[in-house]
């Protein structure tokens, strides 16, 4: 895939470039739904920025990337034996995750294949778990700076959850990661009700 040797071949620029990245509003948002001291599937961890946050407040980590060149970078930022280097596609989790955070990396997802890993999503969490997802707003979908990019409107996520009957929107908005940024992501914040 492309995308995965994109990541390969840029892990170190990218790693570079989001580990500064603050993501702390929005994580404070999803562990809002989480309780304290379950477990996390971080689900793209890119530079283990993320995963790190979540292991200083206590939580049971689990981080998944497809990159292996990424995965080396974020094992050595963790410090811990907590990151697979796994395909989103190859998830085989049972009601394990309290939270699936899915930060930026569902994008890489084609739209043909976005409700079949979300259903591998909700067979991870257990009953009342929690994903966070956040994808580029917009209708683009296809090669984008050497990334395949699948970008959504709020419209067609609110319609691809409801294809998913086990899951509810808790919530969905759109926001600028800062004041300055041309690009809009569209957050969603999706609780599992039921079992498949």
Not at 24 to 43: G, N, Q, V
Not at 101 to 121: E, F, G, M, N, P
């Amino acid at each position: 895939m492309d995308t995965i040797r994109y990541y390969d071949k840029n892990a170190s620029e990218y790693y570079n470039l989001t580990l500064e990245m603050s993501m702390e509003e929005t994580i404070e948002e999803f562990l809002k739904y989480i309780p304290a001291d379950s477990a996390i599937l971080d689900l793209g961890c890119g530079s283990g920025r993320d995963s790190l946050y979540f292991l200083e407040e206590g939580f049971d980590v689990t981080a998944i990337d497809g990159s292996k060149e990424m995965c080396e970078l974020a094992e050595v930022e963790i410090g811990q034996d907590i990151v697979h280097h796994m395909m989103f596609e190859d998830l085989e989790f049972e009601n394990v995750f309290d939270g699936v955070w899915a930060c930026a990396s569902l994008l890489h997802v084609k739209k043909t294949q976005i409700d079949d890993i979300l259903d591998k999503i909700s067979k991870s969490l257990v009953k009342d778990g929690v994903l966070y997802m956040s994808v580029k707003h917009g209708e683009f979908e296809g090669m984008r700076d050497g990334r395949y990019y699948a970008d959504y409107r709020v419209s067609e996520l609110r319609n691809i959850i409801k294809r998913h009957p086990e899951l509810e929107i808790i919530d969905i908005y759109t926001k600028r990661r800062n004041k300055d940024d041309e690009l809009s992501w569209v957050n969603a914040f999706i609780r599992k009700i039921s079992e498949q």
